[in-house]
């Protein structure tokens, strides 16, 4: 039976976080109440650095724009890689080496 997500420890499962502004969206569930998934946050922090630094004018924005592309860019290709050792025979070791390895750098299974 699945793990059923656990509540948000920030917001305790509410959404939303209370400042002297008033309520607002919990920075670390985005309002769903429950922990997300590493991959989640992970685009979401990455949807927040582009939205930052598109158009800024900044010196820096067309580094800061390339390197999200390039860290989207391995992710898919951990993916990939993910998928494909997945499939691949359990006695093979080298398959197995690289699964762990994928999964350790996107977070997406749970390892114990």
């Known amino acids: 039976m699945p793990k059923a997500p656990e509540q948000c420890l920030t917001c305790y499962g509410a959404g939303e976080t209370v400042t002297e502004a008033g309520p607002t969206l919990c920075p670390d569930c985005f309002g769903a109440g429950k922990q997300l998934s590493h991959s989640t946050k992970l685009e979401w922090r990455l949807r927040e650095i582009e ?3 598109r158009h800024s004018g900044r010196e820096t924005e ?3 724009m390339w390197l999200v592309h390039e860290l989207r ?4 290709a951990l993916v990939r890689i ?3 050792c997945q499939d691949a025979d359990d006695a093979n070791a080298t398959a197995r080496e690289v ?3 994928a ?3 996107l977070g997406i299974y749970d390892p114990t």
């Open 82 to 84: 993910l998928a494909l």
């Open 73 to 76: 860019h391995s992710r898919e």
């Open 62 to 64: 067309a580094e800061v």
């Open 99 to 101: 699964k762990y390895c």
């Open 51 to 53: 939205r930052a630094h």
């Open 103 to 105: 999964n350790e750098a």
